[in-house]
């Protein structure tokens, strides 16, 4: 087996490895700069600037891997592909790190009553992320799944964040651009805040479990053992499931795929237009399908038997009644074909500053259009895998993303968008 890696911890090895990190990237940045202009040579520091990223966070973990995670798909118009398919690299599941550690922390956090109730702990993780990693043991015979936070990663919230803004703002300026990155960045530790205190999390389960799918069909999700659950360590019930990126490699049938395409589209919808309770990590990592109990698990599963099995809402976040009343009229007005309309709305709304050039405007409208075509009663059922869509949808997104000037990515929208791209690429990918 492959030997695991150390916890990350401490402030100053921490803000060294990203100084390192930022340093090399400045090198690099410089050095295309000041060559020739030969594409390929520009493509290739590209993709080396890439791969230096995935280097230092994909280790570091914490905030600094959460908030390169968004940051890789933010730039993904920007980069080539090759570079994209590494940055990719840290949207999936992140390497697993040694069990010690962690069982130290679950020790310090429990203490040592609790603690001695925990048997057959798995020191082989059954998950493993960006703030904490899963593991399961039995207590008082009931099977649970325990998260526990990595050393050391609450604390270096800011540091991390603060470098990593430095470093963003600084490819920024390098590109022409003038968009201040605080309100995005101030939004992005806002919620990792949140994450890293697992008693904010065991209440999001209560809560979600209670508001959004209490008395449906179809989903479930972990509960919490409140007695077995700190601020650094989280106890759930097991729930058993097949992940979903898994379950799609299977020869699933038609129907089978539409369903849970047709479960996630439901619950998005539920989750904002009807409760504002959103859990916004759209992660495949994410998702379960198990199917019930009395089906007999050697036959293809009858569609409305399948179930999808919820997991990690440390990013679930609150929209109030009034945001999303502003945000249907928003929809309202985008869906307009008069340019200037759409443009005053998107400044209202903080999509767009208003200092922006008609170029950008323009390009604005045209990435909406393309955007709500999903929407549209005549391309009804609509093919989310239509590759012609998928292309005009790129085009558009790197003409608007080449022209923005001043506009960064809108605070109160960078949760709920990322939410929604995963929630579409997810149905993209199960092919309905």
């Known amino acids: 087996m492959k ?41 290739s520091a590209k993709i080396e600037q890439a791969r230096i990223v ?14 390169g995670q968004m940051l890789s798909l933010d730039t993904s118009d920007f980069l080539p592909p090759e570079a994209i398919q590494i940055l990719s690299k840290l949207q999936a599941q992140a390497q697993p790190v040694e069990a010690q550690p962690l069982i130290q922390v679950l020790r310090t956090e429990l203490g040592e009553v609790r603690f001695s109730e925990i048997q057959q702990f798995n020191e082989v ?9 899963v593991h399961t043991a039995m207590i008082k015979g009931q099977k649970v799944a325990i998260k526990i936070q990595y050393p050391g990663v609450a604390e270096s919230i800011d540091s991390d964040l603060a470098i990593l803004k430095t470093v ?35 209440q999001n389960l209560k809560d979600y479990n209670a508001t959004v799918i209490q008395g449906l069909k179809n989903y479930k999700m972990p509960a919490p053992l409140d007695d077995y659950t700190s601020a650094r ?23 089978a795929r539409t369903q849970i395409a047709k479960l ?25 399908v198990s199917q019930s109990a009395d089906q007999n698990s050697l036959a293809e599963p009858h569609p409305e038997n399948l179930t999808l099995v919820l997991l990690d809402f440390g990013a679930t976040i609150r929209y109030s ?59 009804q059922p609509f093919k989310f895998t239509d590759p012609d869509f998928e292309k005009r949808t790129r085009e558009a997104n790197f003409a608007f993303t080449k022209a923005l000037v001043y506009s960064p990515p809108p605070r109160q929208l960078l949760f709920l968008h990322r939410k929604l791209g995963g929630v579409f690429n997810l149905v993209k990918r199960l092919g309905v």
């Not at 402030?11 to 020739?36: D, H, I, P, V």
């Not at 993780?125 to 990693?133: E, Y």
């Open 264 to 288: 996630v589209l439901d619950l998005y919808c539920r989750e904002f237009a009807e409760t504002g309770l959103v859990q916004t990590d759209p992660n495949f990592g994410n998702f379960l």
């Open 125 to 133: 993780p059954l998950a493993s992320a960006s703030i904490g990693q």
């Open 168 to 202: 963003a703002q600084t490819f920024l300026s390098f590109s022409g651009k003038q968009i201040n990155l605080v309100e995005t960045f101030a939004e992005i530790k806002d919620v990792l805040k949140k994450e890293t205190d697992y008693l904010h999390e065991a």
């Open 321 to 379: 009644r009034e945001f999303r009343r502003g945000y249907a009229q928003l929809l309202k007005d985008l869906a307009s074909d008069d340019a200037e309309v759409i443009f005053q709305s998107a400044v209202r709304f903080g999509l767009l500053d208003p200092r922006e050039p008609t170029e950008t405007r323009l390009a604005f409208k045209k990435m909406i259009q393309v955007s709500l075509e999903p929407f549209s009663p005549n391309l």
């Open 233 to 255: 360590v989280l106890t759930m019930t097991f729930e058993e499931g097949t992940p979903l990126r898994d379950w799609m490699t299977k020869d699933s049938s038609t129907a």
């Open 54 to 67: 995935v280097d230092h966070l994909s280790h570091l973990k914490g905030a600094a891997m959460k908030a």
């Open 3 to 43: 030997k695991l890696k150390k916890a990350p911890s401490g402030l100053f090895s921490r803000s060294m490895n990203l100084l390192s990190m930022a340093t090399k990237l400045a090198a690099r940045e410089m050095g295309e700069k000041f060559s020739q202009t030969d594409p390929a040579q520009k493509v």
